[in-house]
């Protein structure tokens, strides 16, 4: 089993900027990549961006490219997520999601999921 534990939400203005944090335990062997998923109010969950454990390939939804930058730190088995220049549109909760399928992360089918941390960005 793998353990993946989220932090860093909070509330911010937009245009304001937070740091997700993602920390993975466990069989971390197992993991070929990490994504950051999120679930705005009434809405389904998205994929936001992955990145490939080893190597660091990067991979993201269109709409946070240029905004949001996805890295890890091999070394503390963590996954970030700096997300810069926040709207009200980025407001949800934010799932890291781990599996060795990349199609299975972008299609939110991942084998483990973290508990979410709330990201709230005021107008």
């Known amino acids: 089993q793998v353990q993946l534990v989220e932090s860093g939400g909070g509330l911010v203005q937009a245009g304001g900027s937070l740091r997700l944090s993602c920390a993975a335990s466990?069989?971390?062997?197992?993991?070929?990549?990490l994504g950051w998923f999120r679930q705005p109010p009434g809405k389904e969950r998205e994929f936001v961006a992955a990145i490939r454990w080893s190597g660091g390939s990067t991979y993201y939804k269109d709409s946070v490219k240029g905004r949001f930058t996805i890295s890890r730190d091999n070394a503390k088995n963590t996954v970030y997520l700096q997300m810069n220049s926040l709207k009200p549109e980025d407001t949800a909760v934010y799932y890291c999601?781990?599996?060795?399928?990349?199609?299975?992360?972008?299609?939110?089918?991942?084998?483990?999921w973290g508990q979410g941390t709330q990201v709230t960005v005021s107008s």
């Open positions: 999601g781990a599996d060795q399928d990349l199609s299975k992360i972008v299609t939110m089918r991942s084998a483990y």
């Open positions: 466990g069989r971390t062997f197992g993991i070929y990549y």
